[in-house]
């Protein structure tokens, strides 16, 4: 687990040189605001899905009780 650690931090160090950045500005890009809001993203999408399969269930079975 610590050398997945240091390869990834390694993998930080190097695209943060590619982009002019520093390691720390980085990270602060990566973990305070891409994952919260692709969590969020995707959290919003997944309720969304939910209400719609839910609500399809709901139009299917009525369908199938008046048949």
Known sequence: MDTIF???VKIMQVLSKMLGITYQ???VILFVI?????TLILYV???KY?????EQQKQHTTEQFFR
């Open 34 to 38: 891409l994952h919260p809001a692709i």
């Open 6 to 8: 240091w390869i990834c």
């Open 45 to 47: 999408k997944y309720r």
């Open 25 to 27: 500005q980085l990270n």
């Open 50 to 54: 939910k209400k719609l399969w839910e």
